[in-house]
Nanobody, 114 residues
Framework: QVQLVESGGGLVQAGGSLRLSCAAS????????MNWFRRTPGNEGDFVAR????????YYADSVKGRFTISRDDAKNTVYLQMNGLKPEDTGVYYC???????WGQGTQVTVSS
């Protein structure tokens, strides 16, 4: 059993930055790829970014490429999403997920004002 807790969301002006964290507990997630998804108005859930295990390859949605960076600290059992150059269309609830599993966090709200 894995528990995931996201944090770091908030209200920011367009062009600003936020750093989201996803802390895992219950078992180590270092052997798993980890994802960030987001639910935005009008969308059930969009893939944002993935990082493979052992800090390997990363993948991004085209809409965030060049602005967002996913990383992980396996010693802390935590995954991060650094978000720069935020746009109003990035507004939504951001969730982390253990890739290929039904383990999801409760989400953290990100609101970007224009």
């Amino acid at each position: 059993q894995v528990q995931l807790v996201e944090s770091g969301g908030g209200l920011v002006q367009a062009g600003g930055s936020l750093r989201l964290s996803c802390a895992a507990s219950g078992r180590t997630v270092s052997d798993y790829a980890m994802n960030w998804f987001r639910r935005t108005p009008g969308n059930e859930g969009d893939f944002v970014a993935r990082i493979r295990r052992s800090g390997g390859s990363t993948y991004y949605a085209d809409s965030v490429k060049g602005r967002f960076t996913i990383s992980r600290d396996d010693a802390k059992n935590t995954v991060y999403l650094q978000m720069n150059g935020l746009k109003p269309e990035d507004t939504g609830v951001y969730y982390c997920n253990v890739h290929g599993t039904a383990y999801w966090g409760q989400g953290t709200q990100v609101t970007v004002s224009s």
